[in-house]
């Protein structure tokens, strides 16, 4: 007999959604940072315990949409909420709820979705004590399904956070085959990984306006090498010195940090050429941002 529970992660911005899915899958699948918004598109990650298949859905954070790219972002989060067998919403412990949070989950209260309540980052909370006490005003205006304290940086609790959406899986055939991890095509992952190195080392707006479209990836036929060819769009002219840096330092930087993460993910040395172009404002252009595969799925 087999189960599969499809399970979305929801929450704010910057809660540790990401870093969630990548700590439960045991492989980096989605791109994470200190810096908002970093998740921009649905992400599938599978993951098979037993008898049971786990379907995640990782999803762009909760946050005040400021151009066009937001505004799907957050109709990803909408769509994603349908015909699931639970929610993951992850909080930040460290902050309060806001109207936004509040609002997602009498909806899915509503509707009666389970949820589970991630409290993450209680590596931050130095009194325990405080959990429980933020635990219980959350409780006394939501109903959750389970509440879990959690510090995926110090790996700590995500197992339960397992366990408690095993049990809410249903008799049913797996969807995805059982050594997959994630839907998410090699060319799309490659140039995740480069524009999360390029958000580690950006400030500002900058690293917000950049969008990654690997344009080649294919392995040598005489030797072991990947060649990936990849061009960084970014918004303003201004902004792509900034990205290249003087004497291409910046993009140096990028690439090599970005060589190491494919060269770890690919298991293959990786040759990885960069090239920056300007896209004007492309965030608000509905044709680009489908282009870089942003809108809704
Ligand atoms: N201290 C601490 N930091 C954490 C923890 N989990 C995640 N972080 C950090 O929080 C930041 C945001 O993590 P992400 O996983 O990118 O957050 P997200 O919710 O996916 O963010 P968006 O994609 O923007 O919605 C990163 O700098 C993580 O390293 C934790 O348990 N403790
Ligand atoms: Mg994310």
């Not at 790996?155 to 059982?178: C, Q, R, T």
């Not at 917000?208 to 479209?213: C, L, M, P």
């Not at 060819?229 to 004497?247: D, F, M, R």
Request: some cysteine.
């Amino acid at each position: 007999m087999t189960k599969t529970a499809f399970v979305t992660i929801a929450g704010r911005t910057n809660a540790g959604k990401s870093s969630l899915l990548n700590s439960i899958i045991g492989e980096k699948i989605a791109s994470v940072s200190d810096k908002p918004q970093t998740t921009r598109t649905r992400i599938t990650g599978i993951k098979n315990i037993g008898e049971t298949q786990l379907v995640f859905f990782d999803t762009p954070g909760l946050h005040k949409p400021k151009n066009k790219l937001s505004e799907h972002m957050l109709n990803t989060v909408r769509e994603s909420v349908s015909d699931i067998d639970a929610i993951v919403f992850v909080m930040d412990s460290t902050k309060k709820i806001n109207s936004q949070e509040t609002e997602l989950l009498k909806s899915f209260n509503k509707s009666e979705i389970p949820v589970i309540l991630v409290l993450n980052k209680i590596d931050l909370i130095s009194d325990k004590s405080e959990i429980m006490t933020i635990i219980a005003d959350l409780s006394s205006e939501i109903s959750f399904e389970a509440v879990v304290p959690v510090s995926v940086k110090e790996n700590n609790g995500v197992d339960i956070v397992e366990e408690e959406i095993i049990k809410l899986a249903s008799e049913s055939p797996h969807f995805f085959p059982d050594d997959m991890i994630t839907d998410q095509p090699e060319k799309v992952l490659a140039g995740e990984m480069i524009r999360e190195k390029l958000l580690k080392i950006l400030k500002d707006e900058v690293p917000h306006g950049i969008a990654v479209g690997v344009e080649t990836m294919s392995e040598r036929e005489d030797k072991d090498i990947l060649d990936i060819s990849a061009v960084i769009y970014c918004e303003k002219e201004s902004h792509k010195g900034i990205v290249i840096g003087k004497n291409g330092s910046m993009l140096k930087r990028a690439s090599s940090m970005a060589r190491y993460e494919l060269e770890k993910f690919f298991q293959i040395q990786v040759n990885l050429k960069c090239w920056v172009k300007v896209k004007e404002d492309w965030r608000n252009r509905e044709n680009l941002i489908r282009t870089f595969g942003l809108s809704e799925q």
